[in-house]
């Protein structure tokens, strides 16, 4: 008996279970048209629902929004604070490698007070390990205390962050505590 023969519809790359990274793949078609995706790095075959699973650069991608978006949220809330703004932009720019420009943490503003970020924290929540979502919070609490302590504000925001990336809250104040003292310290 011959093997099937299937027809390639698309090529891309996708998070492969068989691998546990990003990996190439084909979706194959067979004669009946029963659809499969094929790893190219291990030449395992899966259901096509693998597919629906975020790749680790669109987890990246989303994981830098969202620093974009931290500081934002930080620099609306309170009166306008030019020091934190300054931060901000630099702890941005930082943790993205590139430009971060006043405009852009301007329209980074804007868009926070129209969208929901829920979906962003489930999918980080969902894609990164724990050491990444801690990150996250230490980046927020390093915008947060320029040097001085947090405001009640954003400490219930950065308390809200914890609990929505699902880390332990002993863990998040732990990690807050570090960032103010390593300010206090620079």
């Known amino acids: 008996m011959g093997k099937k023969r299937s027809q390639v519809l698309e090529t891309g790359v996708f998070a492969s279970p068989a691998t546990g990274s990003d990996s190439p ?13 094929k790893c190219l790095s ?21 994981r830098n929004a969202f620093r974009r978006e931290i500081a934002a949220w930080l620099c609306s809330n309170g009166p306008q604070n030019p020091e934190r703004e300054s ?10 490698a590139s430009e971060y420009s006043p405009a852009e943490l301007h329209a980074d503003r804007q868009w926070i007070q129209s969208n929901d970020l829920s979906l962003r924290i489930k999918l980080l929540r969902e894609g990164l390990p724990e050491a990444e979502r801690l990150d996250l919070v230490e980046f ?3 915008i947060a205390s320029p040097g001085a302590g947090i405001s009640e504000t954003d400490a219930q925001f950065i308390e809200a962050l914890g609990k929505g990336l699902t880390l332990d809250p002993e863990t998040v104040t732990n990690t807050v505590v570090q960032a103010i003292t390593q300010a206090r310290a620079a």
């Open 25 to 37: 793949y084909e979706l194959l078609s067979d004669k009946s048209g029963q659809l499969t995706v």
């Open 87 to 96: 931060l901000a932009i630099y702890e941005v720019a930082q943790a993205l």
């Open 140 to 142: 927020a609490a390093r």
């Open 42 to 62: 291990t030449g395992n075959e899966f259901d096509t629902s693998v597919l629906a699973a975020p790749t680790r650069a669109q987890i990246d991608d989303q």
